[in-house]
């Protein structure tokens, strides 16, 4: 397994741990729910993992282009584990929002699709890299739900309040990004539903 693909492994291995930190505990688990050290540094370490999961993922293609260390198995695993960050983020930010249900719905749409339509292109030998619009709605998530994530950490104020609104707003752009994408995606490669 070359770097990249490793990097790709290491940003899967990383969503449990800031799940554990990003979603909220029932009261019920007094060890999480009450303990003063965990809800301290919840918020923080939940950022600082996602940061390092978002950097792993520009890092990964970065150093198999430059390289050319390519792989199917990057090209299918890479995507794979942007979607399940940028779920798991969307999860635990729902939370919070309704807005951010709707946002998480209309990503997650987007990325079934997708998903079909690679195990169709699998299914005839075709490995499908991921477009620039694509790469670009992905780059748009992570700085948003990072953001996002960052916005908690500061005290209550007018700062707290600018960086939460640029989160939304960047997180406003990144949906219509999923949207765009998703379309160009499914004309890009409608001749994988038609059938001969």
Do not use: H
């Not at 951010?100 to 997650?108: K, P, R, S």
């Not at 790469?135 to 960086?163: C, E, H, N, R």
């Amino acid at each position: 397994m070359n770097l990249p693909n490793k990097l790709t492994v290491l940003r899967i291995i990383l969503i449990p741990v800031f799940m554990i930190f990003a979603f909220p505990y029932p009261e019920s688990l007094p060890l999480f729910s009450n303990a003063e050290w965990f809800l301290n540094c919840k918020a923080i370490v939940a950022f600082t993992v996602f940061v390092l999961a978002s950097i792993t993922d520009y890092l990964d293609g970065y150093i198999a282009r430059k390289n050319n260390l390519v792989t199917d198995f990057g090209k299918f695993l890479d995507p794979i584990a942007d979607k399940l960050l940028v779920t798991a983020c969307l999860l635990s930010l729902a939370f919070i929002s309704e807005a951010y249900v709707w946002a998480t719905m209309i990503i997650l749409i987007r990325e079934f699709v997708v998903t079909g339509m690679r195990l169709i292109a699998a299914g005839k030998g075709v490995v499908i890299a991921a477009g620039k619009l694509g790469k670009w709605k992905t780059a748009t998530q992570m700085v948003a739900l990072s953001v996002l994530l960052f916005a908690p950490i500061l005290p209550d104020g007018v700062f707290y309040d600018i960086v939460f609104f640029l989160g939304n707003v960047t997180m406003a752009v990144s949906v219509v990004l999923t949207i765009v994408s998703g379309i160009e995606y499914i004309y890009k490669n409608r001749s994988l539903l038609e059938s001969k």
